[in-house]
């Protein structure tokens, strides 16, 4: 089945430590993003890469980093420079082109919890 | 700049209760306009979609209008179940080619039995 894969489901980190979070796609999609969700809010744009080895910053970029080395992957690393690490943070892909508009399937998630 | 405004929640229905989630939106030119739903530790799936006024998106029962004239985007069901028990986001994409979609805060929508 094609999808979106974030791994893990759950992750707990030490305050001032860097954690990377995966995310992997078989959709053949060339467009991939990064949201945080926190309770309450909508979901706010980290990064987003329209193509391999290309990635722009979303509304809330600082503090994070992002790779776009494969077309299938799209890792984003949550470093200690991010004020409030704690949030549920989901990736998406798309494939632009499509009509006037591109769907965006979304993972599972990935909550983050900084102790 | 882009936005989209959502009715404050949570929502709680009886089941066969008639919903409505409002939904208005600013936006320069022409957007397409979504709902998602996310289940309790889910990731988003698309509901329904429409990319130009007067167009009707509908899925599963649920339907809502793209309104241009009043910038809405309500989406409405006529008869909820417990399992449609979620949290509801509307959400806008600029245009043709854009890549950042905008989304509402959410609406959580409890449906009990």
């Known amino acids: 089945d094609g999808g979106i894969t974030q791994s893990p489901k759950y992750l707990f980190r030490k305050e001032g430590q860097n954690v990377t979070l995966s995310c992997e796609q078989n959709?053949?999609?060339?467009?991939m993003y990064w949201y945080r969700q926190d309770p309450g809010q909508g979901l706010r744009l980290i990064y987003y890469?329209?193509?391999?080895?290309?990635?722009q910053k979303g509304d809330i970029a600082e503090g994070y980093s992002v790779s776009r080395e494969k077309k299938e992957s799209f890792p984003l690393t949550v470093t200690s420079a991010q004020k409030n690490p704690t949030a549920f943070y989901l990736c998406?892909?798309?494939?632009?082109?499509?009509?006037?508009?591109?769907?965006?399937?979304f993972g599972p998630g990935t909550r983050l919890t900084v102790l | 700049g882009n936005s989209v405004t959502q009715m404050e929640g949570p929502v709680t229905l009886s089941e066969e209760a008639f919903l409505t989630i409002n939904c208005t939106y600013t936006?320069?030119?022409?957007?397409?306009l979504f709902w998602y739903v996310q289940y309790p530790g889910e990731g988003l799936q698309l509901l329904l979609k429409?990319?130009?006024?007067?167009d009707k998106g509908s899925n599963k029962g649920f339907e809502a209008t793209y309104r241009k004239e009043t910038t809405s985007f309500h989406l409405e069901k006529g008869s909820v179940q417990v399992s449609d028990s979620a949290v509801y986001f509307c959400?806008?994409?600029?245009?043709?080619?854009?890549?950042?979609?905008?989304f509402g805060k959410g609406t959580k929508l409890s449906v009990i039995p």
């Open positions: 936006a320069t030119g022409y957007p397409s």
């Open positions: 890469s329209q193509i391999v080895n290309d990635f």
């Open positions: 429409a990319t130009k006024a007067d």
């Open positions: 959709l053949n999609h060339d467009a």
């Open positions: 959400a806008l994409l600029r245009g043709a080619g854009s890549y950042q979609l905008t």
């Open positions: 998406a892909s798309s494939e632009p082109g499509q009509g006037s508009y591109n769907e965006q399937f």
